[in-house]
Protein backbone atom coordinates (compact mmCIF):
# COMPACT_ATOMS: atom_id res chain seq x y z
CA UNK A 1 0.00 0.00 0.00
CA UNK A 2 1.38 3.55 -1.31
CA UNK A 3 1.61 5.34 2.13
CA UNK A 4 2.20 9.17 2.26
CA UNK A 5 5.63 8.62 3.66
CA UNK A 6 6.29 6.28 0.39
CA UNK A 7 4.70 9.44 -1.65
CA UNK A 8 6.92 11.82 0.33
CA UNK A 9 10.55 10.14 0.09
CA UNK A 10 9.93 9.43 -3.82
CA UNK A 11 8.96 12.78 -4.43
CA UNK A 12 12.27 13.94 -2.97
CA UNK A 13 14.36 12.00 -4.72
CA UNK A 14 12.88 13.30 -7.98
CA UNK A 15 12.85 16.49 -6.56
CA UNK A 16 17.19 15.78 -5.68
CA UNK A 17 17.40 13.97 -8.96
CA UNK A 18 15.96 17.09 -10.94
CA UNK A 19 17.89 19.37 -9.06
CA UNK A 20 21.13 17.54 -9.81
CA UNK A 21 20.34 17.46 -13.88
CA UNK A 22 19.78 21.11 -13.30
CA UNK A 23 22.79 21.95 -11.73
CA UNK A 24 24.66 19.38 -14.52
CA UNK A 25 23.25 21.32 -17.40
CA UNK A 26 23.83 24.67 -15.89
CA UNK A 27 28.06 24.11 -15.03
CA UNK A 28 28.06 22.36 -19.01
CA UNK A 29 26.65 25.72 -20.34
CA UNK A 30 28.78 28.02 -18.18
CA UNK A 31 31.98 25.88 -19.53
CA UNK A 32 30.76 26.26 -23.24
CA UNK A 33 29.73 30.05 -22.71
CA UNK A 34 33.39 30.43 -20.50
CA UNK A 35 34.98 28.79 -23.72
CA UNK A 36 33.46 31.26 -26.49
CA UNK A 37 34.43 33.77 -24.36
CA UNK A 38 37.94 32.82 -24.18
CA UNK A 39 37.79 32.28 -28.36
CA UNK A 40 36.01 35.63 -28.96
CA UNK A 41 39.15 36.93 -26.91
CA UNK A 42 41.47 35.28 -28.36
CA UNK A 43 40.38 36.41 -31.81
CA UNK A 44 40.29 39.72 -31.03
CA UNK A 45 43.62 39.76 -29.70
CA UNK A 46 44.18 37.88 -32.87
CA UNK A 47 43.13 40.70 -35.13
CA UNK A 48 44.35 43.35 -33.28
CA UNK A 49 48.21 41.64 -33.69
CA UNK A 50 46.95 41.64 -37.45
CA UNK A 51 46.14 44.62 -37.60
CA UNK A 52 49.54 46.12 -36.21
CA UNK A 53 51.41 43.76 -37.98
CA UNK A 54 49.84 44.75 -41.36
CA UNK A 55 50.17 48.66 -41.13
CA UNK A 56 52.74 50.09 -43.67
CA UNK A 57 54.99 51.65 -41.50
CA UNK A 58 55.66 48.33 -39.31
CA UNK A 59 55.97 46.52 -42.52
CA UNK A 60 58.35 49.39 -43.46
CA UNK A 61 60.23 48.91 -40.45
CA UNK A 62 60.99 45.18 -40.84
CA UNK A 63 61.94 45.10 -44.15
CA UNK A 64 64.57 47.92 -43.31
CA UNK A 65 65.96 45.46 -40.44
CA UNK A 66 65.87 42.45 -42.78
CA UNK A 67 67.13 43.99 -45.89
CA UNK A 68 68.80 47.58 -45.10
CA UNK A 69 70.38 47.82 -41.81
CA UNK A 70 73.31 45.62 -42.22
CA UNK A 71 76.06 45.98 -39.21
CA UNK A 72 79.60 43.89 -38.13
CA UNK A 73 78.51 43.82 -34.69
CA UNK A 74 76.49 45.76 -31.97
CA UNK A 75 79.02 48.31 -31.64
CA UNK A 76 79.01 49.33 -35.16
CA UNK A 77 75.27 48.76 -35.68
CA UNK A 78 75.28 52.03 -32.64
CA UNK A 79 77.64 53.62 -34.89
CA UNK A 80 75.61 53.68 -37.69
CA UNK A 81 71.96 53.52 -36.60
CA UNK A 82 72.02 54.97 -32.94
CA UNK A 83 69.44 56.79 -31.40
CA UNK A 84 72.20 59.36 -31.48
CA UNK A 85 72.85 59.21 -35.28
CA UNK A 86 69.73 58.03 -37.08
CA UNK A 87 66.57 58.31 -34.78
CA UNK A 88 64.46 57.28 -37.35
CA UNK A 89 66.66 53.88 -37.80
CA UNK A 90 66.79 53.10 -34.35
CA UNK A 91 63.01 53.47 -33.45
CA UNK A 92 62.42 50.95 -36.23
CA UNK A 93 64.55 48.58 -34.45
CA UNK A 94 62.82 49.31 -31.25
CA UNK A 95 59.41 49.38 -32.70
CA UNK A 96 59.72 45.38 -34.26
CA UNK A 97 61.84 43.99 -31.02
CA UNK A 98 59.33 45.50 -28.73
CA UNK A 99 56.49 43.92 -30.35
CA UNK A 100 57.79 41.11 -31.07
CA UNK A 101 58.60 40.45 -27.27
CA UNK A 102 55.13 41.81 -26.22
CA UNK A 103 54.08 38.62 -28.98
CA UNK A 104 56.79 36.36 -26.50
CA UNK A 105 55.08 37.40 -22.96
CA UNK A 106 51.37 36.30 -25.11
CA UNK A 107 52.77 33.09 -26.26
CA UNK A 108 54.72 32.27 -22.85
CA UNK A 109 51.64 33.03 -20.77
CA UNK A 110 49.16 30.84 -23.20
CA UNK A 111 46.76 34.28 -23.38
CA UNK A 112 46.91 33.54 -27.37
CA UNK A 113 47.71 29.87 -29.11
CA UNK A 114 50.81 29.63 -30.94
CA UNK A 115 49.56 28.23 -34.09
CA UNK A 116 47.16 31.24 -34.48
CA UNK A 117 50.54 33.25 -34.39
CA UNK A 118 52.88 31.06 -35.70
CA UNK A 119 50.41 30.73 -38.97
CA UNK A 120 50.42 34.38 -39.44
CA UNK A 121 53.74 35.62 -38.56
CA UNK A 122 56.50 33.12 -38.26
CA UNK A 123 58.04 34.02 -41.19
CA UNK A 124 57.78 37.85 -40.28
CA UNK A 125 59.74 36.61 -36.42
CA UNK A 126 61.86 34.33 -38.28
CA UNK A 127 63.22 37.06 -40.84
CA UNK A 128 63.35 39.94 -37.87
CA UNK A 129 65.51 37.13 -35.58
CA UNK A 130 67.67 36.13 -38.58
CA UNK A 131 67.97 39.02 -40.91
CA UNK A 132 67.72 37.80 -45.08
CA UNK A 133 70.94 39.48 -45.78
CA UNK A 134 74.30 38.98 -44.53
CA UNK A 135 74.69 41.14 -41.15
CA UNK A 136 71.70 41.98 -40.82
CA UNK A 137 68.72 40.39 -38.06
CA UNK A 138 67.76 41.53 -34.72
CA UNK A 139 68.96 37.92 -32.58
CA UNK A 140 72.49 38.44 -32.84
CA UNK A 141 72.52 42.04 -31.99
CA UNK A 142 70.37 40.99 -29.10
CA UNK A 143 72.82 38.47 -27.94
CA UNK A 144 76.04 41.00 -28.17
CA UNK A 145 73.65 43.57 -27.06
CA UNK A 146 72.57 41.73 -23.68
CA UNK A 147 76.63 41.41 -23.26
CA UNK A 148 77.80 44.96 -24.33
CA UNK A 149 75.09 46.92 -21.96
CA UNK A 150 74.91 43.97 -18.70
CA UNK A 151 71.29 43.29 -19.80
CA UNK A 152 70.89 39.53 -19.83
CA UNK A 153 67.16 39.96 -19.84
CA UNK A 154 66.80 42.33 -22.97
CA UNK A 155 64.07 41.52 -25.31
CA UNK A 156 64.10 37.53 -23.57
CA UNK A 157 60.67 36.82 -24.54
CA UNK A 158 61.43 38.16 -28.26
CA UNK A 159 64.28 34.82 -27.86
CA UNK A 160 61.52 32.84 -26.35
CA UNK A 161 59.15 33.11 -29.24
CA UNK A 162 61.83 32.63 -31.86
CA UNK A 163 62.88 29.46 -30.15
CA UNK A 164 59.63 28.09 -29.74
CA UNK A 165 58.47 29.24 -33.65
CA UNK A 166 61.54 27.03 -34.52
CA UNK A 167 60.53 23.93 -32.39
CA UNK A 168 56.73 24.41 -34.20
CA UNK A 169 58.78 24.47 -37.51
CA UNK A 170 59.65 20.86 -36.63
CA UNK A 171 56.53 19.56 -35.21
CA UNK A 172 54.91 20.66 -38.22
CA UNK A 173 54.98 17.72 -40.43
CA UNK A 174 53.28 19.16 -43.12
CA UNK A 175 56.35 21.65 -43.96
CA UNK A 176 58.68 18.80 -43.87
CA UNK A 177 59.29 17.17 -47.55
Known sequence: MVTV???S???TGISISLAAFYYIS????TQKNQQQALETRQAQLYMQLYSFYDNKEFLKDYCNIVNVY???DTEDFLRRYGPLVDNEAFSSW?????FFDG???LIKRNLIEKDLIFELLGDVIRGSWEGFESGTGMGRWLMEGRELWDRPLLW???EYLYHELMNWYEEQTELKT
Not at 26 to 29: A, E, F, S, V
Not at 94 to 98: A, D, E, F
Open 156 to 158: RNF
Open 26 to 29: TLRN
Open 103 to 105: VGI
Open 94 to 98: LRVGR
Open 70 to 72: VFD
Open 9 to 11: IVF
Open 5 to 7: ETI
